[in-house]
Structure formats: structure tokens, C-alpha cells
């Protein structure tokens, strides 16, 4: 069901090949910042504003948002943008490809195995520690300016000193951290 | 409007792409840190080391915009932050790509983990501008740089001497060997014992 490796990475390869070619490198995690900029805008309608002074046209009251000449600003205001089609589209690849593989399995659907041996069957556990889980990996993601995606495959496919950076700094905590927490007691 | 078009063609596929690699799975990602099977860690860098060759080859023969390259700047906060991405992808098995595309496959412990991912990226949002007091976002080896300098680019280097087109095919060519060098699955039982 999950392609080797050599056809996996092939396919990998081919797709981050592609999107430089074609357009930019890929990326994610910003777009969780765009998503949260619309959700935002829909309540309070001021935080984004046209702006004939800022650079891209848009000026937000947030810092981050208004950065790089209102970018982000500009992506919220119009989220028919290549960066967040992207990853909406995204989803939709993944759920076509699960559709055809015949999905994941009930009880796989709540936590991973791997999880459930250690950790036992608790639901309420796992989507806490997942949803926690999330709130530290987007706040690093944010605060690195990238993921897995575009720092990683991204920068080191463009021999970016960022992107080793980055892969150190993950592989740092995340390699030693799942050996403990995952460690099969013999 | 082609531009959306291309977005839904290259986002498609990478989803797609994604989960047929096991992406999705936490039990590749957790076991592939435990470096007990390393399957998706020789499928991840084969990947990187072939999209390096086919890039820097498609600059050399003009197939390739340097424009289209987009390289991050390197900052002190980049170590950290990706620091903190390793805590939750050790713990959850998921990073922010992979969440979303393996919330799509059906599973709600990855729904979570996205909640969790949009409430961080909001509380980054909104202390940002305190964040930008402290100095992480001091510039490291001179910020947006490469290994080798890329012509037509406007990135610093750190090598001045080789074009960073060769390097840039060199490094693919010497990950693509890291991955096929890389053990495969290791036997659970043989390791215990």
C-alpha cells in the first residue's frame, strides 16, 4: 500500500521539482497564519484594510500579518492566492488518494498503534496531546519562518543554509524524544 | 487564473504524493525518529536529493527561472522554532503539511493536532511583535544564504569558489547515496536481542 522507497522518493522529488519549475518552492505552515487572518477578518472586519501606502496593497493592525509590506495582509484579504490553493488542494489529493486506497481503519482513524501500545486507548488523551502537539508545532514553524515543507525539502533542495539549520534544530529534540517516549520496554 | 490552476495541479499531487509515501501515517513518522524504521527517512531524503539535481541541472540548461528560487533567511529563531517542530512531530508524529493532509485521510487525532496548529500560529500572530524584541531573528550566516553562489541570484554564500549550480548537483547526487546507503527496516526482534 505505501510506495518503496525508491518509487516514493522519485515521486517526492518529481512533485518539489515541479512546483520550482513551475511556480515556487513549496510550502505549508504560513497558510495556518492565513486561515487564522480570514477567521479573524470575518469578526472583526478592521484588522485587515487596503492600504494605499503599504507595498502590496493591503496593512493590517496586527505586526505579523502587516509584515514584508502587508504580504500576509494581502493573502487574507484574497484567499484565492496560489499559496492557499495550494494547500487546500493539498487536502484534496490526500483524500482522493485515501479514497482509493480504501482509508485508514477505525480504530487507527482515533490514534496511531504505535501510540495506542505505549500509551494505552484513552481518546480524550491522545487529541489533547495532539492538539498540543499542534499549538507548539505551529508557534516553532511560525517562529523558524517554515516546516518540514519548506524549510527542509524546500530549503536543502536549494542548498539553503536556513534549511540545514532548521533540520538540525528538528531532528535535535525530535529524534532523542521519540526514542524515550516510544522506548518498547524489553 | 492559471496560476490557481497550477496551484490545484502541484497541490494535488503533493497530497496525493504525501500519503502514498506514508507521510500521513504517525507510525512511520514516530518509528522512522526512533530510527527504527527508516523507511520514510530514505523515501524524504531521495526525494530532497533528486528535486537538488533536476533543479540546479534545470538552471544550468535554462529550463529554470532563478527567480522561481525562494530561499529562506537564516536566523537564530530558525534553530529554535525548528527545535520546537521536533517536540510535537516526536510526540504527535505529525508536522503541519502532513496534519492537515492525514486529517483529510480520516484521522481525528490529525484534526486536533491542525486545531492545536491554528491556535499556536494565532498566538505567534498576536506576541510577534514582542518576539521581534528579543533577537531571535538575528541573522546568521549572512541571512539568506546558499551553500554556493547561484548566478542571476541575489543569496549570500558561503562557498565562493565552486558555482552553486555544481554544488547544488553535488549535494543532491551525495544525498541520493545517503539515502540508498541508508538501512531499510530493521528487525524489532534481532534489535532486542
Known amino acids: ?186 | 487564473m492559471s496560476i490557481i490552476v497550477l496551484a490545484i495541479v502541484v497541490g494535488a499531487a503533493f497530497g496525493f504524493t504525501l500519503d502514498r509515501v506514508g507521510a500521513t501515517n504517525p507510525n512511520y513518522i514516530i518509528n522512522m525518529l526512533r530510527l527504527k524504521d527508516l523507511h520514510l527517512m530514505k523515501t524524504i531524503i531521495l526525494g530532497i536529493g533528486l528535486a537538488s539535481v533536476l533543479t540546479f541541472s534545470g538552471i544550468t540548461f535554462g529550463l529554470l527561472d532563478v527567480g522561481n528560487l525562494s530561499v529562506k533567511t537564516a536566523y537564530i529563531g530558525v534553530l529554535i522554532g525548528g527545535a520546537m517542530l521536533g517536540i510535537g512531530f516526536a510526540v504527535a508524529g505529525y508536522c503541519p503539511g502532513t496534519s492537515l493532509a492525514a486529517a483529510a485521510t480520516g484521522r481525528k487525532d490529525a484534526l486536533f493536532f491542525v486545531l492545536g496548529g491554528l491556535v499556536g500560529a494565532g498566538i505567534y500572530m498576536i506576541s510577534y511583535s514582542w518576539i521581534a524584541t528579543t533577537g531571535v531573528f538575528g541573522k546568521v550566516l549572512g541571512g539568506k544564504t546558499t551553500v554556493g553562489p547561484i548566478t542571476g541570484a541575489d543569496y549570500s554564500s558561503i562557498i565562493q569558489s565552486i558555482s552553486g549550480e555544481t554544488i547544488g548537483i553535488v549535494l543532491g547526487i551525495v544525498l541520493v547515496v545517503i539515502a540508498i546507503l541508508l538501512p531499510g527496516k530493521k528487525n524489532e526482534a534481532v534489535q532486542a536481542a
Open chain 1, 1 to 186: 500500500m505505501v510506495l518503496s522507497w525508491k518509487a516514493g522518493g522519485v515521486l517526492l522529488g518529481i512533485v518539489f521539482f515541479a512546483a520550482v519549475m513551475l511556480v515556487k518552492p513549496i510550502g505549508v505552515s504560513t497558510q495556518f497564519v492565513i486561515f487564522d487572518g480570514i477567521l479573524w477578518s470575518a469578526v472583526d472586519s478592521t484588522v485587515v484594510q487596503k492600504s494605499e501606502t503599504a507595498k502590496k496593497g493591503y496593512a493590517s493592525s496586527n505586526a505579523y500579518l502587516n509584515k514584508s509590506g502587508g504580504k500576509y495582509a494581502k493573502n487574507v484579504a484574497n484567499p484565492i492566492n496560489y499559496s492557499f490553493v495550494f494547500v487546500l488542494a493539498m487536502i484534496g489529493g490526500a483524500t482522493l488518494s485515501a479514497l482509493l486506497r480504501g482509508g485508514v481503519g477505525r480504530q487507527e482513524r482515533q490514534m496511531p498503534v504505535v501510540w495506542r501500545e505505549k500509551f494505552g486507548d484513552g481518546v480524550g488523551r491522545r487529541y489533547l496531546v495532539t492538539f498540543l502537539s499542534g499549538v507548539v508545532v505551529l508557534f516553532g514553524a511560525r517562529l523558524a519562518g517554515g516546516c518540514t515543507s519548506g524549510h527542509m525539502m524546500s530549503g536543502m533542495m536549494q542548498t539553503a543554509a536556513s534549511g540545514y539549520i532548521f533540520s538540525i534544530g528538528m531532528f535535535l529534540t525530535s529524534i532523542p524524544l521519540a526514542m524515550i517516549l516510544y522506548k518498547k520496554e524489553a
